[in-house]
């Protein structure tokens, strides 16, 4: 995979992203590609797989940072992007 094709990847929401790893899934077990760009198609859903699984991870992060108080007002929140 070229470094362009990681870029475009993660340029991608994760919405986007599943969505063509759902693509690439449907084409690959439909058997609608030869060989070589089965694993063409693979390699580039593996790379699909690993930024969604990133960027639920993420958000995982994001929404471990908040706490409740007894009344279940967020208390002790961080901002979810410091940068």
Same mark, same amino acid.
């Given at each position: 995979?070229? *470094? @362009? /094709?990681?870029?475009?990847? #993660? ?5 986007? %992203?599943?969505? &063509?790893?759902?693509?690439?899934? $449907? ?8 060989? *070589? @760009? /089965?694993?063409?198609?693979? #390699? ?5 797989? %690993?930024?969604? &699984?990133?960027?639920?991870?993420? $958000? ?8 409740? *108080? ?14």
């Amino acid at each position: 995979m070229t *470094d @362009e /094709s990681a870029n475009d990847i #993660a340029d991608l929401s994760f919405e986007a %992203a599943l969505e &063509e790893l759902e693509s690439i899934v $449907a084409k690959l077990e439909a058997g609608e590609a030869p060989l *070589d @760009e /089965s694993i063409a198609l693979y #390699a580039r859903g593996d790379k699909l797989r %690993a930024q969604c &699984e990133a960027r639920l991870k993420a $958000a995982q992060a994001r929404i471990d940072k908040l706490q409740i *108080d007894a009344d279940g007002k967020p208390v002790g929140t961080e901002p979810l992007d410091p940068d």
